[in-house]
Nanobody, 119 residues
Framework: QVQLVESGGGSVQPGGPLRLSCAAS????????MGWYRQAPEKQRELVAQ???????NYADSVKGRFTISRDNAKNTLTLQMNNLKPEDTAVYYC?????????????WGQGTQVTVSS
């Protein structure tokens, strides 16, 4: 059974930091491309940052220079360090694991964690 469990969400003032973590189980973590997505009320889910199994990271323009995605394959953990948070970063943040293998696509999602940026 695949599980992606996010933690670290909460409320923070504008300009503050927050660190999200995603603990993965039931997959060969190092094989999967990992990412963070977010969904604000009445908006579509959007990509925040990606880190493939090998290769360079990718960020949404709105978070470049403020957010850093990283992974620890030994601990099956994905992390999103968020600095200089803005009210527009308020959303539910989801951890995603994706793999394309022999023509089959595998996608898994966490349950989400709320991030609220407000003064």
């Amino acid at each position: 059974q695949v599980q992606l469990v996010e933690s670290g969400g909460g409320s923070v003032q504008p300009g503050g930091p927050l660190r999200l973590s995603c603990a993965a189980s039931g997959i060969i973590f190092s094989f999967y491309g990992m990412g963070w997505y977010r969904q604000a009320p009445e908006k579509q889910r959007e990509l925040v940052a990606q880190i493939p199994s090998g290769g360079s990271t990718n960020y949404a323009d709105s978070v470049k220079g403020r957010f850093t995605i990283s992974r620890d394959n030994a601990k099956n953990t994905l992390t999103l360090q968020m600095n200089n948070l803005k009210p527009e970063d308020t959303a539910v943040y989801y951890c995603h694991a994706g793999l394309l293998s022999y023509g089959s696509r595998y996608d898994y999602w966490g349950q989400g964690t709320q991030v609220t940026v407000s003064s």
